[in-house]
């Protein structure tokens, strides 16, 4: 009988498992549910422990969603927006460009004081004031991706964000053209989602995500924007097309 508790599982036996989870998520009609987690360990004969961390990958790609409470679905393959990372575009204008809908789900804009970090990248003040703008951006209803984004008040005001507001600041700062933007550094890593960002993306707490942290620059030399993106890897392709010297 499976058990709770994490135990030691092979590399060929952890290999085993992906395979046969694979065949079943193929076999399985978008929209089906999977057997329950007990169930599908017990038939497997590898811990409900082992059998999430298998089911980590495969939801990552974006071919299964696990619902708290009511079981894991197969979703099919999604569609990926791929893109390149030498030119800063939102992810409106990404999926745009491949015919894939996106829309905003919850919206929060909030006011706050600069910590330490914040103030260092932003080049402000520690406490002085903020503006925070976090929002969920889903596809076909599935959450993909959780943007954060903090920016000075003086810029944006939170009045100027309740109306047309479609998830993208990058897009609302290219449509005012002021102030200009030039360049965007960002610091590209895999991390795990905490509970928080978990939750806001509808996934278990500890699975992978590409996080990208950037400082969006105007051409007087300002940073005018500081912002944390967290993406569902199945769901994005980023590519760096790099030149040979």
Known sequence: MAKDEPTTTSPQTYQRLQNQLAQIIAVTKPGERLLAEPELAKQMGVSRATLREAMRTFEGQGLIRRRQGVGTFVVGHPQVIETGLEVLQSIETLAKRIGLEVSMGDLKI???????????????????????????????????????????????????????????????????????????????????????????????????????????????GRVIDFSTSYFLPGYFHFQLVRRVE
């Open 110 to 220: 909030s006011k706050i004081e600069a910590s330490a970090e914040q103030a260092r990248s932003l080049q402000v003040e520690v406490e002085a004031p903020l503006l925070q703008v976090s929002r969920v951006i889903l596809t076909d209803d599935r959450p993909v991706a959780y943007l954060v984004d903090i920016l000075p008040q003086n810029l944006l005001s939170q009045e100027e964000l309740q109306d047309g507001f479609n998830g993208s600041v990058l897009d609302f700062l290219l449509r005012r053209k002021q102030p200009a933007l030039t360049k965007s550094l960002t610091d590209i890593q895999a991390v795990a989602a905490s509970s928080s960002i978990a939750r806001a993306l509808e996934i278990q707490r500890g699975d992978v995500l590409l996080m990208f942290v950037a400082r969006l620059f105007a051409e007087d």
